[in-house]
């Protein structure tokens, strides 16, 4: 099988072209190669999310493209986005496997709910075959923000008393490269760590000696402002503590051990 894997340059993109090189052909698609060191047995394709030539070229002959979503602001995120999912379809390949988030809703406060459920949308319309993975919020991503939101003994963040379970961003790993290798599912399969957690518990755990202090959203945007975040990343991240704090990362699913045959890892 000839699997394309977007992303490829980074942790989880790059994970999931490692697990699935010894058995299948995978091409890397990366936006600059020369800088690249791919796994064994991986191949390299240049391709940039806003370039849809180049992801036509890089995706000609592939049955499966594993999607890892792009970054960035939500107007340039949904762009790229639209660009993958034509290139896709234009290229004919068979099977789409697009990361998602559990939040994937425009009716969300979270700014990147409205672009997941959006690529969603074009996947489905797009004629490809398709499986989302929606992950729940990667656990190593929540633990820096709990330690940037440290202010002496305190960290500060809007989330109230809220649960969430948290994913290892391992175990999104290996459920994507799971769902690679099966035929489309055309539905969705939500990826959650083991247990629905306390924002309280895991500050104390990713921040030990400081206790958690729920604030504003105002207050929090400030505090990272004047410590030098950008506006952009200041409301990606305060819409992301919204969602939470209404409970839209709650859920817990036994979709990682179906897909993978293990079950997730402990976070805490």
Not at 20 to 38: E, I, Q, S
Not at 192 to 205: F, I, K, N, R, W
Not at 251 to 261: C, I, K, N, Q
Request: net charge negative; hydrophobic share 50%.
């Amino acid at each position: 099988m000839r699997i394309a894997v977007t992303g490829a340059s980074g942790r989880l993109g790059g994970q999931v072209a490692a697990l699935l090189a010894p058995d299948h052909d995978v091409v890397a698609l990366v936006r600059r190669p020369a800088g690249y060191d791919p796994p064994p047995g991986v191949t390299v394709a240049a391709a940039d999310y806003a370039d849809p030539a180049s992801l036509r070229t890089a995706l000609t002959g592939a049955d499966t493209l594993v999607f890892v979503s792009s970054d960035g602001h939500a107007a340039t995120v949904m762009l790229h986005h639209a660009n993958v999912v034509r290139a896709a379809a234009g290229a004919e390949v068979g099977h789409v496997v697009a990361l998602s988030g559990l939040d994937a809703d425009a009716g969300s406060p979270f700014c990147y709910a409205v672009t997941n459920g959006h690529t969603e949308e074009l996947l489905a319309a797009a004629g490809c075959g398709y499986s989302l993975a929606r992950a729940s919020v990667f656990a190593e991503f929540f633990a820096a923000l709990v330690r940037g939101a440290r202010h002496g003994d305190e960290v500060r963040l809007p989330a109230g008393d809220a649960r969430v379970s948290l994913v290892a961003r391992a175990d999104v790993g290996r459920a994507l490269a799971a769902l690679a290798v099966r035929p489309p599912s055309n539905t969705h399969h939500d990826l959650t760590g083991p247990a629905a957690l306390h924002v309280a518990d895991v500050v104390a755990a990713y921040a030990p000696g400081a206790r958690y202090a729920d604030v504003t959203p105002g207050e929090y945007v400030a505090a990272l402002l004047e410590g030098g975040e950008t506006s952009w990343w200041a409301h990606a991240y305060a819409t992301m503590l919204e969602s939470i704090r209404l409970g839209r990362w709650a859920a817990v699913t036994g979709d990682v051990a179906t897909l993978t045959g293990r079950p997730p890892a402990k976070v805490l």
